[in-house]
């Protein structure tokens, strides 16, 4: 269990905390998850770690077993590649239908996420930051086309994708693979929706093709 931090995180934190200690392999796979640990490394209501597991639980990220345990979910190397391909198809269709919608706003805060991404890299950061950075970048894209049914469907296969930098046995070239990320958000801010999308594709053959 990480160090105690003396904050008092609220539910959405709880459950970002857990989440992200999972991508960044702080918390192993298998290892058990206690409440009364959980509370004292966050200082959060039991209530609150309860929703945050259960949440996580059904995203894939947790096993529990009622009056038995609750833990880390092993990583399952086909799981995290099919929630990766999946996350990719509407990275597709975020690029496709908000691209063409980007007001003043929405390139702002593209911008700010891009350079926390790169940030993350340069700085050997965590693969959680990385991860929810791009998953970000494509809320505020499908939040410009209006698609709220796709925000719900990128939230919901981002926490699996979040393990692909920990599969076992892979190397992955974070420096390289943001390369492609800068080129496909040069194309988003031009407006360049068709080689937004072609860029997006060979950034996603080279992240499969390395965790494959």
Request: overall charge negative; glycine content about 6%; cysteine-free.
């Given at each position: 269990?990480?160090?105690?931090?003396?904050?008092?995180?609220?539910?959405?934190?709880?459950?970002?905390?857990?989440?992200?200690?999972?991508?960044?392999?702080?918390?192993?796979?298998?290892?058990?998850?206690?409440?009364?640990?959980?509370?004292?490394?966050?200082?959060?209501?039991?209530?609150?770690?309860?929703?945050?597991?259960?949440?996580?639980?059904?995203?894939?990220?947790?096993?529990?077993?009622?009056?038995?345990?609750?833990?880390?979910?092993?990583?399952?190397?086909?799981?995290?590649?099919?929630?990766?391909?999946?996350?990719?198809?509407?990275f597709?269709?975020?690029?496709?239908?908000?691209?063409?919608?980007?007001?003043?706003?929405?390139?702002?805060?593209?911008?700010?996420?891009?350079?926390?991404?790169?940030?993350a890299?340069?700085?050997?950061?965590?693969?959680?930051?990385?991860?929810?950075?791009?998953?970000?970048?494509?809320?505020?894209?499908?939040?410009?086309?209006?698609?709220?049914?796709?925000?719900?469907?990128?939230?919901?296969?981002?926490?699996?994708?979040?393990?692909?930098?920990?599969?076992?046995?892979?190397?992955?070239?974070?420096?390289?693979?943001?390369?492609?990320?800068?080129?496909?958000?040069e194309?988003?801010?031009?407006g360049?929706?068709?080689?937004?999308?072609?860029?997006?594709?060979?950034?996603?053959?080279?992240?499969?093709?390395?965790?494959?």
């Amino acid at each position: 269990m990480p160090q105690r931090n003396n904050r008092t995180f609220l539910r959405d934190q709880v459950y970002i905390a857990i989440r992200d200690a999972i991508a960044d392999g702080v918390l192993e796979p298998g290892e058990r998850l206690r409440e009364d640990e959980i509370v004292e490394w966050l200082g959060s209501s039991r209530a609150s770690i309860r929703d945050a597991l259960a949440r996580l639980s059904d995203q894939g990220l947790v096993e529990m077993v009622p009056n038995q345990f609750t833990r880390v979910a092993p990583v399952d190397r086909d799981d995290v590649l099919q929630s990766l391909v999946t996350q990719f198809v509407f990275f597709r269709i975020a690029i496709s239908e908000g691209t063409p919608r980007l007001a003043d706003e929405h390139r702002a805060e593209l911008q700010r996420l891009t350079d926390v991404v790169a940030s993350a890299v340069a700085e050997g950061g965590r693969p959680s930051v990385y991860i929810s950075g791009l998953g970000a970048y494509m809320r505020v894209l499908a939040g410009a086309a209006e698609n709220e049914m796709l925000l719900h469907y990128i939230e919901q296969s981002g926490p699996l994708v979040s393990r692909a930098l920990s599969i076992p046995g892979t190397s992955v070239d974070l420096e390289r693979l943001n390369a492609y990320v800068m080129r496909v958000h040069e194309a988003v801010l031009a407006g360049e929706t068709a080689r937004a999308v072609a860029l997006l594709r060979e950034f996603a053959a080279a992240v499969i093709g390395d965790l494959e």
